[in-house]
């Protein structure tokens, strides 16, 4: 990251008020170099019957048996969505799979109060259940799917992944999950408003939406960041998952500290001329599907 963008994003600074947020997202949006003439975009595709079950799929003609990125965005369980118009986002996570060679599929699901756990897991596992029946007709190849969730997305990326009980068929049916500062231990996590709306009203009950155990015991190819400039709680989470993960495996999970960047920053930087977070999600995605390939999946 250029020096003059840091600068910016430091003075926002760590926690996550509307400043941070709306300057951010400004800031990108000024730079974002817009959608390819080459890219194809279907929109809202009904994947179940909630009316924010909607999903998008970006491709470009001649794509074939390509990896499919499925995109889930944050918000804090309660705000959100995968396009708004008039906005670049997300459609600039789309666009980077389809100039990629790949398929992207930005999705939408139900928010809380009104919808709490496990409802933003279940749209996932319905969403990952549509793919794998159509995306074919679009490029993709529905054995070479990884999922890709940012905040309270990661947040359902990771309960997918945990919790088998929502896998659209053993082993979950994806070749990796990317989790961008997401929150994996409902344990140890601060409670604050956004959790209460999900989890409900009484942190006591919380457990069984934990991560962290089944997280540890996949056997998923598994890619975690954490921003230079993200909030408390999600550097210790982070912290904690590390720990972890290395008394689990006595080794060091893929876990990339992204410096310069805050909480929203990464997914919003696709798209501009900042390409790392472009390069790190593409190489994961590569390497995942090889290795679920090498397995037998």
Not at 177 to 189: E, P, R
């Amino acid at each position: 990251m250029n020096r003059e963008l840091r600068t910016i994003l430091e003075g926002f600074g760590r926690e996550l008020s509307p400043e941070l947020i709306q300057g951010t997202n400004a800031l990108f949006a000024g730079l974002n170099l817009g959608i390819a003439p080459e890219t194809r975009i279907t929109r809202d595709i009904s994947y179940g019957d909630d009316p924010r079950n909607r999903l998008d799929v970006f491709t470009q003609d001649g794509t074939s048996g390509a990896p499919v990125l499925i995109f889930v965005h944050g918000g804090g369980f309660v705000m959100g969505d995968k396009h708004s118009e008039g906005s670049a986002f997300y459609s600039n996570f789309g666009d980077f799979a389809a100039r990629r060679g790949m398929v992207g599929v930005p999705i939408t699901y139900r928010l809380a109060p009104a919808n709490r756990f496990p409802s933003g897991v279940e749209d996932l596992a319905n969403a990952i259940r549509w793919v794998k029946a159509n995306i074919a007709d679009y490029g993709g190849d529905p054995s070479k799917i990884v999922l890709v969730g940012q905040s309270a997305g990661a947040v359902h990326v990771a309960g997918y992944v945990a919790h088998k009980a929502w896998h659209v068929e053993p082993g979950g049916g994806i070749a990796g999950a990317q989790m961008f500062s997401g929150m994996f231990d409902t344990l140890t996590v601060i409670p604050n408003g956004f959790h209460i709306a999900y989890y409900g009203d009484d942190p006591k009950g919380w457990g069984r939406a934990s991560c962290m155990a089944g997280l540890l015991n996949t056997d998923i190819p598994l890619c975690f960041t954490l921003s230079e400039l993200d909030p408390e709680d999600f550097q210790k989470q982070a912290a904690q998952l590390v720990g972890a993960w290395g008394v689990a495996h006595a080794a060091y999970p893929e876990m990339h500290l992204i410096t310069g960047h805050n909480h929203v920053s990464p997914i919003l930087s696709i798209g501009s001329s900042e390409r790392e977070i472009e390069r790190l999600v593409a190489g994961f995605a590569l390497r995942a599907i090889r290795r679920s390939a090498a397995a037998g999946k």
